[in-house]
């Protein structure tokens, strides 16, 4: 027997040793593998860092209002329109050890949420965060910096949720704002942080998220990059048209008033309408149905919203109306409003 096992162990000699070869390169893998995890850990504190030396507090009236970030090593810093937004204000910036810098309104472009500010006295320069030229793709990890619920320093992560913008309406705000979604908790306090991809590179600015019943739904609204290169560049505020109210899509109304028009009419509801408003001027209600807009039908909110966002205030647009238990539609001449 101790013959036949040893003589089975000395056959069986180069399949051990491929065994063992093997075993060796699992463990060089497994130790491959840890090391790129603390890599990867580090590279985690690395970016936490860079974002950090590079994002600031806004203070309105000397309230912590949101959150923002140096664009610029001369002083400028990118923030939520919204958070900036009322007039006769003093606003200051809360960074590092520098204490409360007084800072003013440069320029705004409420049709993106996004507002850059201006230190007015400083030591710059201040380490500044690179824009990326455009949107990640879809299930691309991504990291927003801010100051949620008054916690700060706070760094969360999401994942780009769509592979294009699309647009928003502020009911409490009434602004139309082109924007992306992003899959992440974005509490009060982020608005006007920077989401920035693995390079450390920002890929859009926290402006809001989507709510049900009052709760969030772990649903981010983030300006795009192209906007804050052109606010950066320019210096110069963009005129925001306005339609002068929200819009909702037929087909998430009640089943009776989907009954109320022709078998498979699509179009949008103005809802809620702005007192004052473009359309409340133009005689329409919140149960007018817009199928039309210069010509083309209308599916979607964002098919009304892309026009409305390339026009200028005081342009005159044309829309075709379809009012309940009617089956003509009339054509209506609306005039674009600016938002303020």
């Known amino acids: 027997m101790i013959a036949i096992d040893f003589f089975r162990i000395i056959v069986d000699f180069p399949t051990m040793v491929k065994k063992a070869a093997r075993i060796i390169f699992l463990i060089n893998v497994l130790l491959l593998f840890n090391g790129c995890i603390s890599l990867n850990d580090s590279h985690r504190r690395d970016l936490y860092r860079h974002i950090k030396a590079a994002s600031v507090e806004v203070l309105v009236d000397g309230h912590l209002e949101g959150s923002g970030w140096f664009a610029d090593p001369a002083g400028y810093v990118i923030t939520a329109a919204h958070a900036v937004s009322r007039s006769n204000i003093s606003i200051e910036i809360v960074f590092g050890n520098k204490g409360r810098l007084p800072a003013e309104i440069i320029a705004s472009d409420r049709g993106h949420d996004i507002a850059l500010l201006k230190i007015k006295e400083g030591t710059g320069p201040y380490q500044s965060l690179k824009i990326a030229d455009s949107i990640p793709d879809p299930e691309a990890p991504v990291y927003l910096y801010g100051s949620p619920m008054f916690h700060h320093g706070i760094m969360l992560g999401g994942i780009v ?20 979604h992003v899959t992440a908790p974005s509490p009060p306090g982020t608005s006007g942080g920077p989401w920035v991809d693995r390079r450390g590179q920002v890929v859009g600015n926290q402006s809001g998220f989507i709510t049900h019943q009052g709760t969030g739904a772990g649903i981010a609204l983030v300006a795009p990059p192209d906007a804050i290169h052109r606010l950066v560049a320019t210096k110069k505020s963009v005129p925001t048209p306005t339609l002068g109210c ?95």
């Open 246 to 340: 929200g819009l909702e899509e037929l087909w998430t109304q009640s089943p009776g008033f989907i009954k109320r028009f022709p078998k498979g009419t699509e179009g949008v509801v103005t809802i809620p309408i702005d007192k004052g408003g473009s359309v409340e001027a133009a005689g329409l209600n919140k149960e007018s149905l817009i199928i039309s807009i210069e010509g083309q039908a209308i599916r979607y909110k964002d098919d009304l919203y892309r026009v409305i966002h390339a026009r200028k205030p005081g342009d005159i647009i044309n829309i075709k109306v379809l009012d309940p238990d009617k089956t003509t539609p009339r054509d209506v001449q609306i005039k674009l409003g600016k938002l303020d």
């Open 161 to 180: 949720a769509r592979d294009s913008t699309t647009f928003t309406y502020y009911t409490d705000r009434r602004m139309l704002v082109r924007c992306y």
